[in-house]
């Protein structure tokens, strides 16, 4: 509620081959911690699914979030990580944002956006980010 509110996180855990972290927001003394919370889909996105893009790129203060309306274009592996392309550009600075289907719920993470002649509108499985929750390997 204020865009002016600063917090502190930690890095929880790190994936680099994913490029992805999971991060807490840290309590500082005399502050409430925000909470806001998305539920995980219960299935994975297939071709052409209605999704939305939420985020923050291109961040000023006095701008409000991004949302826009998609469809998942493409599933591909890449580097044997698991993904899907959106049919609209991710612009700088939404990389983490959420993407979430037609019940609010995540589905997976926008992760980089896709130049004129080369890239995709790469967005990462949110079975992905299970992976890294659920094991040791990632804890910092």
């Known amino acids: 509620s204020d865009p002016a509110e600063k917090y502190k996180i930690k ?11 999971i991060c807490s927001i840290q309590n500082a003394a005399g502050k409430t911690v925000p909470n806001a919370s998305i539920e995980k889909a219960h299935k994975n996105v297939v071709m052409r699914d209605e999704v939305k893009l ?3 790129p291109v961040y000023a203060p006095g701008h409000s979030h991004y949302l826009v309306d998609s469809k ?14 959106i049919d609209n550009q991710i612009r700088s600075g939404n990389s ?12 997976g993470i ?3 956006g896709a130049q004129k002649d080369t890239g995709n509108n790469g967005c990462l499985f949110i079975s992905e980010i299970d992976e890294v929750l659920s094991s040791d ?3 910092i």
């Not at 890095?11 to 972290?21: N, T």
């Not at 998942?72 to 392309?85: D, L």
């Open 137 to 139: 390997a990632y804890k």
């Open 11 to 21: 890095v929880e855990r790190i994936c680099p081959h994913r490029d992805v972290a």
């Open 110 to 112: 926008a992760l980089e």
């Open 96 to 107: 983490g944002g959420p993407i979430i289907d037609s019940d609010s719920r995540v589905v």
């Open 54 to 56: 939420l985020g923050y």
């Open 72 to 85: 998942v274009a493409k599933i591909y592996v890449q580097n044997a990580v698991n993904k899907f392309e």
